[in-house]
């Protein structure tokens, strides 16, 4: 069974950092894609990063872009995300993901290419 557990969350000012740890485990980690996304309240479900099975080929949302690291450690079996310069809209419960499948999911910026998910960490940004 595979689960995903995210931790290092909290709350931080403005221009702050936070870096969000997702612990996998019930299959081989190093062969799958991994993604983030956030969800603000009373928002939908969006798309923060994705990182490569290897590790060497990542994506990220425009809002994100030059702020936040996605990164894994295929010996821990861990993805993370470094997260600078962190602002108020980025306030939102942050869940990590893996599709069901190899390979980079078709439609990786969209939710439903995800079967796995995390249960998420809140990350509250003041102003």
């Known amino acids: 069974q595979v689960q995903l557990v995210e931790s290092g969350g909290g709350l931080v000012q403005a221009g702050g950092s936070l870096r969000l740890s997702c612990a996998a485990s019930?299959?081989?980690?190093?062969?799958?894609?991994m993604g983030w996304f956030r969800q603000a309240p009373g928002k939908e479900r969006e798309f923060v990063a994705a990182?490569?099975?290897?590790?060497?080929?990542?994506y990220y949302a425009d809002s994100v872009k030059g702020r936040f690291t996605i990164s894994r450690d295929n010996a821990k079996n861990t993805v993370y995300l470094q997260m600078n310069s962190l602002k108020p809209e980025d306030t939102a419960v942050y869940y990590c993901?893996?599709?069901?499948?190899?390979?980079?999911?078709?439609?990786?910026?969209?939710?439903?290419?995800?079967?796995?998910w995390g249960q998420g960490t809140q990350v509250t940004v003041s102003a």
């Open positions: 993901c893996s599709p069901s499948a190899y390979g980079l999911p078709l439609r990786y910026r969209q939710p439903e290419a995800y079967r796995y």
């Open positions: 019930g299959r081989t980690f190093s062969s799958y894609f």
């Open positions: 990182i490569s099975a290897s590790g060497g080929i990542t």
